[in-house]
């Protein structure tokens, strides 16, 4: 895993944009309760396809373990796979459309450098998209603790606009 600092395509830094917190969060991400893993976007640039995000780790998280006191870092994919999801959100709004559903393909190359993120820790999510083709995309990924890599990845993730195909229908049409 490389400790590189993500660039956007040709060099450009992104113009800075307030960070997205509260109820502005809701509006560009599908997901509730639970399943809710971002604190708050940092920054983000729909052109250059990037995002930096927080999550906030509490014994509320979907994969907190008492037995360790924290989250076990493998779950770094689904932080960083929420961050996807919410680029996916924001480039939605800036084109009027809502938030789409997404699935996570593959995760590739997951490598982890700590065992867990303790309770009460705050964790940032890097993403930036490498290649797109439709509606799959392929983004490098990383999460990071007190400003040291914790995990990176690559994701491939497919955004869908009508995800009712992907299910199978009963010979009633019921799903």
């Known amino acids: 895993m490389s400790d590189t600092v993500f660039v956007q395509p040709g060099g450009a830094l992104p113009m800075p944009v307030p960070p997205v917190t509260g ?51 493998w779950a770094s994919f689904e932080f960083m796979a929420q961050a996807v999801s919410a680029l996916s959100g ?13 699935f996570i393909l593959s995760v590739l190359s997951l490598e982890t450098r700590l065992p867990f993120f303790r309770a009460g820790s705050v964790i940032q999510v890097q993403i930036a998209e490498e290649v797109k083709m439709d509606s799959v995309s ?6 990071s603790l007190d400003g040291s890599i914790a995990a990176g990845a690559k994701l491939t993730v497919m955004d869908v606009e009508d995800p009712s195909v992907f299910f199978k229908k009963d010979n009633h049409g019921k799903q």
């Open 90 to 102: 924001l480039t939605g709004r800036f084109f009027g459309k809502p938030p789409l559903l997404g």
């Open 23 to 73: 109820e502005e969060l809701f509006s560009v991400l599908p997901h509730r309760g639970k399943m809710f893993l971002i604190s708050r976007i940092l920054d983000y640039s729909v052109q250059g396809r990037s995002l930096r995000s927080e999550y906030d780790i509490t014994e509320g998280c979907l994969f907190y373990d008492p037995l360790i006191g924290g989250v076990p870092s």
């Open 138 to 143: 392929t983004f490098r990924c990383r999460t």
